[in-house]
T-cell receptor, first 112, second 115 residues
Framework: GEDVEQSLFLSVREGDSSVINCTYT??????LYWYKQEPGAGLQLLTY?????DMKQDQRLTVLLNKKDKHLSLRIADTQTGDSAIYFC????????????FGIGTKLQVIP | NAGVTQTPKFQVLKTGQSMTLQCAQD?????MSWYRQDPGMGLRLIHY???????DQGEVPNGYNVSRSTTEDFPLRLLSAAPSQTSVYFC??????????????FGDGTRLSIL
């Protein structure tokens, strides 16, 4: 079955880069997503990458995909206190309903 | 833009009570889903729907019912509330069609406590 794993917690200093890692098991994944959840709010789509891509950059965000190792990472450059949140990795399967499986979320703490 | 709207935002129930969590989307999305979020467990899929009149079970369907009579609405019913159903519930919708990134759009959640 499909599974998405993330570490639970990451702490960085303001201005440093943050790297949040994720591994997944379903080789048929089509899209991989990063969502951000701020306290008391729903999940907000940050960025996504198609499974045939290696990298995607969007302003301060860089997504790297190693399809061979089924490893996905999200790099946030110049991390700000407003980036403190829980970050979820998710994969969408191909075919049928194209079910989305989420990781448990990584809580990013930015220290001023 | 309203997007995905969930009501109520907060609810406290007694064990054994029933209630319906409402979800509506105005994006004409075919896919709609209900998740529950519990500490340390991420999001778990309860039920989903691929279009009006079509629903199916997710990972944790027991104790919940859904229906999809219109494209816009996807209510989640708790038949007889239990303390184990204390959670934050999220509704999500997404477009269909291949070739698009099809991200899920989430509501702000319903925080439900069962006493």
């Amino acid at each position: 079955g499909e599974d998405v794993e993330q570490s639970l917690f990451l702490s960085v200093r303001e201005g440093d880069s943050s790297v949040i890692n994720c591994t997944y098991t379903d080789s048929s994944s089509t899209y991989l997503y990063w969502y951000k959840q701020e306290p008391g709010a729903g999940l907000q789509l940050l960025t996504y990458i198609f499974s045939n891509m290696d990298m995607k950059q969007d302003q301060r965000l860089t997504v790297l995909l190693n399809k061979k190792d089924k490893h996905l990472s999200l790099r946030i450059a110049d991390t700000q206190t407003g980036d403190s949140a829980i970050y979820f990795c998710a994969e969408r399967q191909s075919g049928g309903y194209q079910k989305v499986t989420f990781g448990i979320g990584t809580k990013l703490q930015v220290i001023p | 833009n309203a997007g995905v709207t969930q009501t109520p935002k907060f609810q406290v129930l007694k064990t054994g009570q029933s209630m319906t969590l409402q979800c509506a989307q105005d994006m004409n999305h075919e896919y709609m889903s209900w998740y529950r979020q519990d500490p340390g467990m991420g999001l778990r899929l309860i039920h989903y729907s691929v279009g009006a009149g079509i629903t199916d079970q997710g990972e944790v369907p027991n104790g919940y019912n859904v229906s999809r009579s219109t494209t816009e609405d996807f209510p989640l019913r708790l038949l007889s509330a239990a303390p184990s159903q204390t959670s934050v519930y999220f509704c999500a919708s997404s477009a269909t069609g291949r070739g698009s990134n099809q991200p899920q759009h989430f509501g702000d959640g319903t925080r439900l406590s069962i006493l």
